[in-house]
């Protein structure tokens, strides 16, 4: 049998080397961490400008549509009357 004081150090160097292990864990969570939240926010920029880049699609097809061009002023007179009778409706509703 081991000497006691021998086991004791090796259980010392095993705990030692597990407190070390959950250290190096814990910094590489926190570094994935930071990086998700990068990459998150990074999403939400480009989600919304993709946002901003499809408003400002529409605003150009409907501008394009109300010069005469005769492939876009069909669609763009149906958005116009879509919205026209939108507004409409909420006329009505506020006359109630």
Same mark, same amino acid.
């Given at each position: 049998? =081991?000497?006691?004081? @021998?086991? @004791?150090?090796? /259980?010392?160097?095993?705990?030692?080397?597990? +407190?070390?292990? +959950? !250290?190096?864990?814990? #910094? =590489?969570?926190?570094?994935?961490? #930071?990086?998700? !939240?990068?990459? /998150?926010?990074? +999403?939400? =920029?480009?989600?919304?400008?993709?946002? $901003?880049? $499809?408003?400002? +699609?529409?605003?150009?097809?409907?501008?394009?549509?109300?010069?005469? &061009?005769?492939?876009?002023? *069909?669609?763009?007179? &149906?958005?116009?009357?879509?919205?026209?009778?939108?507004? !409409? *409706?909420?006329?009505?509703?506020? &006359?109630?």
């Amino acid at each position: 049998m =081991d000497d006691p004081k @021998i086991i @004791i150090d090796r /259980l010392r160097g095993r705990v030692s080397s597990i +407190v070390s292990a +959950v !250290d190096q864990l814990k #910094a =590489d969570l926190q570094k994935r961490t #930071a990086e998700r !939240d990068r990459a /998150l926010k990074k +999403v939400e =920029d480009l989600e919304q400008k993709a946002a $901003e880049l $499809e408003q400002r +699609v529409r605003v150009l097809e409907l501008t394009r549509g109300m010069e005469g &061009n005769s492939s876009g002023s *069909k669609e763009a007179r &149906n958005r116009v009357n879509r919205l026209l009778r939108e507004v !409409d *409706k909420c006329i009505a509703l506020m &006359n109630r």
